[in-house]
Structures are given as C-alpha cells and as structure tokens.
C-alpha cells in the first residue's frame, strides 16, 4: 500500500489483494498506508479527487468517481460480507463525504448533477438500502439505517413526452434511463442518532430531526418529522402518525 500514499499527474493501475486501483493521469488520490483494499475496483477519472484516511476498510466494493471527489474518512469501513456482492460507490458528478467510523454496507450509493451528500461518524448504512443523491443529502452521526432503505433527493428520472424518451432510448441503447437534465430535486437532511426501519423511504423534501425514529415499511416525501418524533405509516390507512418519543 505504500506505493499509493500519494499518486498525482501519472496514469496509473495496481493489482493488490485481488482488486484493481486505477488512477487516471490528472487525478488528485491519497491513500493513507494503513488503508486495506481487497476484492475491489477503484476508478478515479483525470480531474477527480479521492481521499481516503487512516485505517479505512474497503472490501468488496467498487469506488467511481467520474467528476468531483470522494472523501472517506478515518476507520471507516466500505464493505460487503458477501464476496459475490459488492457495495457501489458512483460519483459521475458532485461530492460525497464519509466521516470517520461509519460502515457503508449498502448496495449503492449514487450521485450526480453536482450533488452533495454527506454522512456523519459512527453512522451505519445497511445491506440492500440505496442512497440517489442529485441535490443535497446530509446524514449525521450514530444514525442505524436498516436494510433496503431508500434515501432520494430526487425524482430520478425526468417526464418527457413519449417522443423524447423514445429518443433517448434508441440513442442510448442498452443504456436505459439516460437523463441529459437533473429531474426534480428538493434537500433530504437526516439529524443525528436517528433510527431508520427496514424498508424505509426517506425522499426528496424530508428532515428528520434528531433522535428521530421512522418506523418499518414507512415513506416519507417532504415531510418534516421533530426531533425525538416517531414517524410510522399504517399501510391499511395510509396516514403518518408522528409521535413524541
């Protein structure tokens, strides 16, 4: 790990612990030495940025950053138990910060349009859960997140006229869902200590304040739950019951 503490201005590929590091000429990377990548692919475009700190774990996971940067800081693990599964980190355009001591195990974290994301220290992202983020995503610190959670600040995908998607389809071929613009996009904020049901969909508009608890199979879209409020969806009403803890 030694020969990539520091690696700028050269294109560059390395093979080490069964995962492929692939710095393009005009990439900013530092990888500390205390770093452990195994059975993963990092791809850092020329023009991008990558920082990742002291006693970072990567495993099973692939890591693109095609525009913008990704910082991932100390004793934080990005990681899948599953050697067949990987964790995806893909930044085709914007910023994405990890704090120290957080565990991403979830199966994508996706960001474009120059969007910001964020998350805290001590916070823990799930296996199965999805992070689209095109605006502004900010999660704090000792949050439980649980599985197949969805946080989107965004609609993801533009209405166009059938014409144009059409379009857009025959163009783009077999590349499905191509969007030239960002879609609609409102701030999601996650406080700190908060905890996140399975199933969980936290979408474009929401705040969650701290302490905040969102029940299991609830959706929430532009919602703002208080901090220390209990937010759970009984499907067979469809209504949000927002409770003081």
């Known amino acids: 790990m030694g020969l990539l503490t520091f690696i700028r201005d050269i294109q560059t590929a390395y093979l080490l612990r069964s995962s492929v590091v692939r710095f393009f000429k005009g990439a900013n990377c530092k990888v500390a030495s205390s770093a452990r990548i195994s059975n993963s692919k990092i791809v850092v475009s020329s023009g991008a940025d990558l920082q990742i700190g002291e006693n970072v774990v990567i495993r099973n996971a692939e890591l693109y950053v095609e525009k913008g940067s990704l910082i991932i800081a100390d004793f934080s693990i990005i990681s899948s138990n599953d050697k067949n599964r990987r964790v995806a980190v893909i930044i085709n355009d914007g910023q994405v910060e990890i704090d120290n001591h957080s565990k991403i195990s979830c199966d994508k974290i996706w960001v474009r349009f120059g969007g910001a994301l ?18 502004r995503i900010k999660i704090g610190s000792y949050n439980q997140i649980s599985y197949n959670v969805r946080i989107w600040d965004t609609n993801t995908h533009n209405i166009l006229k059938p014409e144009q998607r059409r379009e857009i389809a025959r163009r783009y071929y077999p590349y499905f869902g191509y969007e030239k613009t960002r879609p609609k996009t409102k701030p999601v904020e996650i406080g700190d200590d908060c905890w996140i049901g399975e199933n969980a969909a936290i979408l474009k508009g929401t705040t969650i304040g701290n302490g905040g608890i969102v029940g299991f199979n609830t959706t929430l879209t532009g919602v703002q739950i208080p901090p220390n409020h209990v937010a759970v969806q009984d499907i067979s009403i469809k209504t949000i019951e927002q409770k003081h803890i």
């Open 118 to 135: 964020s998350i805290g220290s001590y916070t823990n992202l799930n296996r199965g859960s999805e992070i689209r983020c095109d605006e």
